[in-house]
């Protein structure tokens, strides 16, 4: 017995059976099914579903523009028959199903990654080359990190324009990484899972899912959202400096933060290709360790110039900003384990994983 047998549907998609979520795409489905099942020694199959239906939770995994509404039906919501409902009721009486047209399936590719990337390699190039201080800076940062930062704490050499702009490339670089990754996820129900179990609200949850669908927009808004995080950084370096008995002025915490970030900037070329590169699972584990890799040489920066600029032991600094990131990780996975059952969810997406693995 075949327990539930659908397929899911763009209602105003009439590219032919090419798209697999074309209306044609469904028709065909049900009537290749029913010919396995005939053929088969199988007692039978449920139809999933006879109608489209509005979820309790928004879905990742739904592709109607319409988080809320599962499309898998024979009819629509409003009970308007499909392709598929004149398919299966001909496999019911034994008629023949008129031919169903091919048609195309049209490239999902974004090309905002590539635009994107061009834009942020060609304006970073442009600034290299014209701006004698932002090369300086630049190649002194990622070349000699402890005399750049002390540099930051004499307030030499770097600007807080250049300060800015050099966290505005890597947030948009991680930015482009990001929405790479997760556009290429979008039908992977783990993800849709993890995002159920992580986000707080429907309402933010239902946002996100837009976000992850509009490419372009992700970029945009997400470039603003991982600046707003740095920005956040250095607001907290400069609260919790007096803790080190060092004073300090803004300056040096948003320039001490900005200028951790040159390592992500790798990541703007990484960006134009990430999503063709995941079509193949091969790239996974090159890519998630690359992405790691450099985050921890951003953090290991970081921590290198807060101690250079407090003054301070830099094993005292490790100590601290690693309590630090344990205390938050562990204050989150608290919050979601009363609020969401955490634990247990983690246990069942793992379990979940590993059986589709198999």
Known sequence: MIVKMGSEVQPDNNNGYADPLSLQAQARYFLQHFDVV?????????????????????????????????????????????????AVRTAFSGDRFSAIPPGSNPSSSPIVYVLSGLVLLIGTAYLYNADRRFRDGLTRSVANAYNFFSDV???????????TLVGLIASAAMA???????YHFRTSILLDNVLTYVLVTDDLKETIITLIRSPQLFVLVFTGVFFAML??????????APLFKARIFPFHAYATTMWSTPPLLVLVPVGMILYRLMDSPIYYYPAAVLLGGLHIWVLMRFLKGVAIILDSSPARVYAVGVLFLLVVGFGIYFYLDQTHSAFDNVRFLYEDAAHRAR
């Open 38 to 86: 005939r053929a088969s020694d199988i007692d039978g199959a449920f139809l999933w579903a006879f109608n489209d239906w509005r979820g309790d939770r928004p879905a990742l995994t739904v592709n109607t523009g319409n988080p809320w509404m599962h499309t898998l039906g024979l009819v629509s919501h409003a009970r308007e028959k499909r392709y598929a409902f004149d």
């Open 153 to 163: 704490r004499d307030q030499r050499i770097v600007t807080i324009p250049h300060s």
């Open 231 to 240: 920005v956040l950084i250095s607001l907290l370096l400069w609260i919790i």
């Open 176 to 182: 482009i990484v990001v929405s790479s990754v997760f």
